[in-house]
């Protein structure tokens, strides 16, 4: 078990900086996600934190311990790859098997572990097998395997599901989450792959460019993105953003888009400038009052429907009642709900402190599935 401390951290190549001075903090016991377009500095991050890249300068902390500049195999952390390099010549007995031996562990204590781990991961019945025949699943399972065997203090994973289909990997998501659970010990994870990161993560930290943009709940991540990228990256549809080029001062109450009060949230900051951040849940399509575009995109999606909108300030996503007749190149209004907007500083394309911001994400009535149960019975 092990809190992970980063300060500091870059790491340059030649002239180029791929990790530009990160500075954060893993958790004891935490799933920690790293989110990111491909290129953006997850990997190295993640490498240097498992002693197989030197940082450029900066700091990494173990628990108490200074391990910058300790080589992998002195840090008690297990990194698990992408593409599993397993021995193909040994059984999974004596994949799993393998670093314990080497680290020259009792012949019963290897025994003991090994068919446990294996009973947890379902893969006890191979233990005799080939590794050649399995399937990728269970190929990923044995790679676990042999990386939970050692107990380390913590597990760094690479888009270690990159190679598997959509519902397999979902799969494997939800095990990877419940046997961090089980085992407790810290987890870093990256992926490129948002969904990924909801599913599993206690908190999120999403790079671009080689920085840092925001570490975070799922939950706040989606609800408080601090900045254009996040919003854009988080959420699907992604969230919208509409331009207007007005003064928005802390007394403002609503803005003008083409000549439409909008109604906000009450600003802390000053901008001249700014983008209005919409997540589709909160903008209502109306007839009149809203702001005036036309139809782009019909979306049905069984429960709801998406409509995207035109607008002179630009494109916006409502999400709308399923049964809504709603055509291509209709006309119609975007109206969102002034509560929930969030405001952008247009050049920074910063989050700008608002009396929405202010409040932690609104809890819904019924918390609880027994509540959730009497509503469905009762509706
Ligand atoms: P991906 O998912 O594509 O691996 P990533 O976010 O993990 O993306 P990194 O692998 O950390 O990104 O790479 C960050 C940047 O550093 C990229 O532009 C990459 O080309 C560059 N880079 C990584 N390793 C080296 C290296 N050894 N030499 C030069 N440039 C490198």
Do not use: W
């Not at 791929?18 to 893993?26: E, G, H, Q, T």
């Not at 107990?151 to 994973?157: D, S």
């Not at 019909?298 to 998406?306: A, T």
Request: hydrophobic fraction near 40%.
């Amino acid at each position: 078990m092990a809190d992970i401390t980063v300060e500091n951290l870059q790491k340059r190549f030649a002239n180029f900086t791929a990790v530009k001075n990160s500075n954060f903090k893993i958790h004891n016991g935490e799933f920690f996600v790293l989110l990111g377009p491909s290129g953006c500095g997850k990997t190295t991050t993640l490498r240097m934190i498992a002693g197989i890249e030197i940082p450029s300068s900066g700091r990494i902390i173990l628990d108490q311990d200074d391990v910058t500049f300790k080589r992998a195999r002195e840090r008690d952390i297990a990194f698990v790859f992408q593409l599993f390099a397993l021995y193909p010549h040994m059984n999974v007995r004596q994949n799993m098997a393998f670093p314990l031996e080497n680290e020259k562990f009792s012949k019963s204590e290897v025994k003991r572990r090994v068919e446990d781990i294996a009973k947890m991961l379902k893969i006890d019945h191979l233990l005799e097998n080939g590794v050649g025949n399995l399937s990728g699943g269970d190929r990923q399972r044995v790679a676990l395997g042999r990386a939970i065997v050692r107990q380390p203090k913590a597990f760094l994973m690479d888009e270690p599901l990159g190679t598997l289909d959509t519902e397999f990997r979902e799969l494997m998501c939800l095990e990877l989450r419940r046997l961090h659970d089980r085992l407790g010990a810290t987890t870093v994870y990256v992926t490129h792959d948002q969904h990924e990161a909801m599913m599993m993560a206690d908190r999120i930290m999403v790079m671009n460019q080689g920085e840092i943009l925001q570490v975070d709940t799922p939950e706040r991540m989606y609800n408080f993105p601090n900045c254009k990228f996040v919003g854009t990256f988080i959420g699907t549809p992604p969230m919208s953003f509409l331009r207007v080029d007005s003064t928005v001062r802390v007394t403002d109450k609503s803005i003008a888009i083409q000549g439409v009060p909008v109604g906000i949230p009450r600003t802390h900051e000053t901008a001249p400038s700014v983008l209005l951040g919409l997540r589709p849940e909160h903008v209502a399509l109306v007839s009149s009052g809203g702001i005036p575009g036309t139809v782009k995109a019909v979306e049905y999606l069984g429960s709801h429907q998406i409509v995207t909108l035109e607008t002179a300030a630009g494109t916006v996503r409502a999400r709308v009642d399923k049964n809504l007749k709603v055509r291509l190149d209709d006309a119609a209004q975007a109206l969102p709900d002034a509560s929930r907007v969030l405001l952008y500083n247009a050049s920074t394309e910063k989050l700008m402190a608002s009396d929405y911001t202010r409040l932690e994400v609104a809890k819904p009535e019924a918390t609880n599935l027994e509540a959730v149960r009497g509503a469905v019975a009762h509706g």
